[in-house]
């Protein structure tokens, strides 16, 4: 049987976003693996969060968190910064790949991941360098690559 689901959304706040982020989720068949693989390598590398954007929209396709936050539309605003960002970097005719944002509290780390992911990686604690984060990030991705490639060649019907 078909089922529907109905999303209440305006095209006048982060409402539209979130809806085209629960569809596109929707769609992936190996979300559970995703998930779980993103867990994984978050416990690994010890970071507080992970956020998966698919590469054109940056909706969230998936994440980890280790600790709830109190703002529910912090996803939407995340993405709508990286967004103006990588619109101001294109009409200066520069591609952006990855950013890197440290201050005492964290470091963020935005980069390019697979074809058709970035990835967000936050770290607060000091001793784990933004090199190690990065290396870690370049190992991992053969890893998502494979998931990704997986769900490519079995796609839900």
Request: proline share 3%; with cysteine.
């Amino acid at each position: 049987p078909l089922q529907f689901r109905c999303f209440q959304s305006s095209i006048w706040d982060e409402t539209l976003y979130k809806a085209w982020s629960q569809i596109l989720h929707e769609l992936i068949l190996n979300a559970a693996q995703l998930e779980r693989s993103l867990k994984d390598f978050a416990d690994v590398i010890e970071a507080d969060e992970i956020l998966l954007f698919e590469k054109t929209t940056f909706l969230v396709v998936s994440h980890c968190l280790k600790k709830e936050h109190s703002d529910l539309q912090r996803f939407e605003k995340i993405s709508n910064i990286i967004k103006q960002f990588k619109q101001s970097c294109s009409k200066c005719d520069t591609y952006f790949q990855s950013v890197e944002i440290k201050n005492a509290n964290f470091t963020i780390i935005i980069d390019l991941f697979t074809p058709n992911t970035y990835i967000m990686v936050v770290i607060s604690d000091p001793r784990i360098t933004p090199a190690l984060t990065n290396y870690n990030i370049k190992y991992a991705q053969k890893h998502f690559v494979n998931l990704e490639t997986s769900q490519e060649q079995n796609p839900k019907s």
